[in-house]
Structure formats: C-alpha cells, structure tokens
C-alpha cells in the first residue's frame, strides 16, 4: 500500500467506527419493546434468540438470520446444540460453534430452527428430545420459527398441526404430513410462529423479526447494513420460474454435497 494509502486507512476507519456508534446509541433507546410484539425483556435486559444446530444443518439456514439480527440492538443470539461444541453442516465441510447444550437453555424469545439436507432433517424430525425441548421453548416464547426444512422438524414436534406454513420447494409435500397447509411466500407467519422458504428466505425472515423486535427503522437500517440488494444473474430461484431440467439439477447438486 502506498504511504498516502496507509494513511488514509486509519482516517476511513475512524470515521466508519464513529458513524455506527451514533447509530447505535440513537437506536439502543427504541430497541427492546417498540415492536409491539416483543414481551418484556429477561433479566439482563436483553432479548434473547436461539438457534439450533444439528449435525447436518444447512449453513445459511442459521447464519442468515444470525446475520440479521445480532446487530439489532437489545438483542442476543445464541447458537444452541445437543452438546456445546462444533457441529459440520450438511456437507461436512463446515462447522458452526454451539455455545450452550439445550439442556442449559431454558426459554428464548425467539426460537429458530434451520433447514439441513435431508440425513440432518429426517434424524431431527425423529427426535423426540429435540421435539421436547422445541416444545418447551415454544411455551414461552414470542416467536417460534424455521428456515427452509426446519419447518419439518416443527411439524414433527407438533407445532404445525392445522396450520399454513412454507418450506424448501422440494419438501412442499412433506408438509401434510406434519398436519400443515403449504402456503407459498418468502415467510408464512402463523400467530407467534414463522416459517421461511429455502435457504436464502431466512434472511427476509430475519428482516421481519428485526421491525418485530424493534421497529421498521432498524430492520431497514439492517438490510442496509447487510447489503441485501438482491439482483441475480439469473431468475430460476424458484420452481415457478425454473424449469424441469433445472429442478433435477438442483436437487442432484444438493444430493452429491450432502454427507
């Protein structure tokens, strides 16, 4: 880098850091309960979000969201596992640190449950300590919600019974099965509970739950922040625009990743 470079650096830096703390000073006062939804917040004043890992969860499923909200002011985003620890998403090629076993975590405000390929699903939707604690979460909680297959292990925790609800495209007809109605659209909110489409949907899902818990201004401030923009080379991002040849591709692609 050139020396004028090197010292402009620093300069840009400063200014970056100054900006985002007079924002965050002006939006930590209308954080926790503006929504009109959010409960009052726990003890240490915070409101609390929690994440379930599972061996062969999908990354974005838990990392869109997280991304999202873990800058919203007030708020605290835990990733929970059956066990503290590293836990390898659905290609085993990445793993995601589980801060607090599920045991340890009691309530959450906000519970989300991501998507996996379909070894990490099936083993979750058979799991009845899963279901359990999903259950016991729920009771208390202000929103319950999944990403993309998650909403399958919801369903077999018997929180989707009699309810409209969305999913991965290729899982649509799994939902039946769990006692759901699908619903088409990028989240279906359903009283406290919220389920998103595939994958990326769980970042539009986060953007909701950030005016929920906050307010409008700072879930716009959010997306902003993360820049999601979305503009694609190519408009295949759902069934309805894609092709057969298309469909088997994806799911094969899916398929040869998964471990």
Same mark, same amino acid.
């Given at each position: 880098m050139s020396r004028d470079g090197a010292q402009r650096e620093p300069a840009r830096r400063v200014v970056l850091r100054g900006a985002v703390s007079g924002a965050v000073g002006a939006g930590a006062a209308i954080a926790v309960g #503006?929504?009109?939804t959010a409960q009052a917040a726990p003890a240490d004043g915070r409101l609390h979000v929690a994440i379930l890992l599972y061996d062969g969860f999908t990354a974005l499923d838990a990392v869109g969201p997280y991304e999202v909200l873990? $800058?919203?002011?007030? &708020?605290?985003?835990?990733?929970? *596992?059956?066990?503290?620890?590293? %836990? $390898?998403? @659905?290609?085993?090629?990445?793993?995601? %640190?589980?801060? $607090?076993?599920?045991?340890? &975590? $009691?309530? /959450? @405000?906000?519970?989300? %449950?991501?998507? *996996? *390929?379909?070894?990490?699903? #099936?083993a979750m939707m058979e799991d009845t300590a899963v279901h359990e604690w999903i259950r016991r979460i729920h009771r208390r909680s202000v929103w319950t919600t999944s990403v993309c297959t998650g909403s399958l292990i919801l369903g077999a925790a018997g929180l989707l019974r009699g309810l409209p609800?969305?999913? =991965?495209?290729g899982s649509r007809p799994y939902l039946a099965e769990v006692g759901a109605t699908f619903t088409?659209?990028? =989240?279906?909110?359903?009283?406290?509970? %919220?389920?998103?489409?595939?994958v990326s949907a769980g970042i539009d899902m986060g953007l909701h739950l950030a005016a929920r818990l906050s307010d409008v201004k700072v879930a716009q401030a959010m997306q902003l922040a993360v820049e999601y923009d979305p503009d694609p080379p190519y408009d295949t991002g759902s069934p309805e625009k894609a092709d057969a040849e298309t469909?088997?591709?994806?799911?094969? !692609? !899916?398929? @040869? /990743?998964?471990?």
């Amino acid at each position: 880098m050139s020396r004028d470079g090197a010292q402009r650096e620093p300069a840009r830096r400063v200014v970056l850091r100054g900006a985002v703390s007079g924002a965050v000073g002006a939006g930590a006062a209308i954080a926790v309960g #503006t929504g009109g939804t959010a409960q009052a917040a726990p003890a240490d004043g915070r409101l609390h979000v929690a994440i379930l890992l599972y061996d062969g969860f999908t990354a974005l499923d838990a990392v869109g969201p997280y991304e999202v909200l873990c $800058r919203v002011p007030g &708020v605290r985003v835990t990733m929970v *596992g059956h066990e503290a620890g590293p %836990i $390898r998403t @659905d290609t085993g090629e990445l793993s995601l %640190i589980a801060e $607090r076993a599920m045991r340890h &975590v $009691r309530h /959450a @405000d906000v519970l989300v %449950i991501p998507g *996996g *390929g379909q070894r990490g699903t #099936t083993a979750m939707m058979e799991d009845t300590a899963v279901h359990e604690w999903i259950r016991r979460i729920h009771r208390r909680s202000v929103w319950t919600t999944s990403v993309c297959t998650g909403s399958l292990i919801l369903g077999a925790a018997g929180l989707l019974r009699g309810l409209p609800a969305t999913t =991965f495209w290729g899982s649509r007809p799994y939902l039946a099965e769990v006692g759901a109605t699908f619903t088409p659209g990028r =989240f279906v909110e359903a009283g406290k509970i %919220i389920t998103a489409a595939g994958v990326s949907a769980g970042i539009d899902m986060g953007l909701h739950l950030a005016a929920r818990l906050s307010d409008v201004k700072v879930a716009q401030a959010m997306q902003l922040a993360v820049e999601y923009d979305p503009d694609p080379p190519y408009d295949t991002g759902s069934p309805e625009k894609a092709d057969a040849e298309t469909e088997a591709l994806a799911l094969k !692609l !899916l398929a @040869d /990743a998964a471990v």
